[in-house]
């Protein structure tokens, strides 16, 4: 069974930075093919793609964010590490990880996702 | 610009059938995946590639593409498929993914 569960604080203060771990099990990032994706929701909003990285440690970035995101893997601790850097209140919402695999057709497809976790900016 | 446009809401008579699309330049070169969200949960993949669905995702359910518009057909809207639906694809890089402004389908 593929679970992935996230982590992180719940508050933030502006111009802080927030890490969150993306912990799984069922599934390794030695795989080929395989992508560990974050993905964030502010309240009432949109979905925002935000980072993924694969198996080969290539990594990839929203435009708009990509000077203030990090991510990174561990893979003997199957995990996945997002920072980012200088929050606001815009970076207010729901973070979620997502196991990510590369269909023939070469989309990377979010085929399960964890609950996510809340993580609020306010002075 | 890259940008994924998606209607903000429609509605279905339950039994009906349904369709959301979804515009953008980048999907005259690149798939779309549709990723359905209730309240408070987290999204689930429903539609992929050509016509594909993961396992469990009843056949109700169904993906096409045409030029700069991809579409999510519901034939039969079931009352439990009342939710935000995403479409989800590369930009015109094809080195970034983005998702759709969601479309939110109400069954009547």
């Known amino acids: 069974q593929v679970t992935l569960r996230e982590s992180g604080p719940a508050l933030g203060k502006p111009t802080q930075a927030l890490t969150l771990t993306c912990t799984f099990s069922?599934?390794?990032?030695?795989?080929?093919?395989?992508?560990v994706s974050w993905i964030r929701q502010p309240p009432g909003k949109a979905l925002e793609w935000l980072a993924r990285?694969?198996?080969?440690?290539?990594?990839y970035y929203n435009t708009a964010l990509k000077t203030r995101l990090t991510i990174s893997k561990d893979t003997s601790k199957n995990q996945v590490v997002l920072t980012l850097t200088d929050v606001h209140p815009v970076d207010t919402g729901n973070y979620y990880c997502?196991?990510?695999?590369?269909?023939?057709?070469?989309?990377?497809?979010?085929?399960?996702w964890g609950k996510g976790t809340t993580f609020t900016v306010s002075s | 610009s890259s940008e994924l446009t998606q209607d903000p809401a429609v509605s279905v008579a339950l039994g009906q059938t349904v369709t959301i699309t979804c515009q953008g330049d980048?999907?005259?070169?690149?798939?779309t995946s549709w990723y359905q969200q209730h309240p408070g949960q987290a999204p689930v993949l429903v539609t992929y590639?050509?016509?594909d669905r993961p396992s469990g995702i009843p056949d109700r359910f169904s993906g096409s593409s045409s030029g700069n518009t991809a579409s999510l057909t519901i034939t039969g809207a079931q009352a439990e498929d009342g939710a935000v639906y995403y479409c989800?694809?590369?930009?015109?890089?094809?080195?970034?993914?983005?998702f759709g402004g969601g479309t939110t389908l109400t069954v009547l």
């Open positions: 989800y694809s590369r930009d015109n890089s094809g080195n970034h993914w983005m």
């Open positions: 980048s999907l005259r070169n690149y798939y």
């Open positions: 590639g050509k016509n």
């Open positions: 069922g599934f390794s990032l030695d795989t080929s093919g395989m992508s």
């Open positions: 990285i694969d198996w080969d440690d290539d990594k």
């Open positions: 997502a196991r990510t695999q590369r269909s023939l057709y070469g989309e990377y497809l979010m085929d399960v």
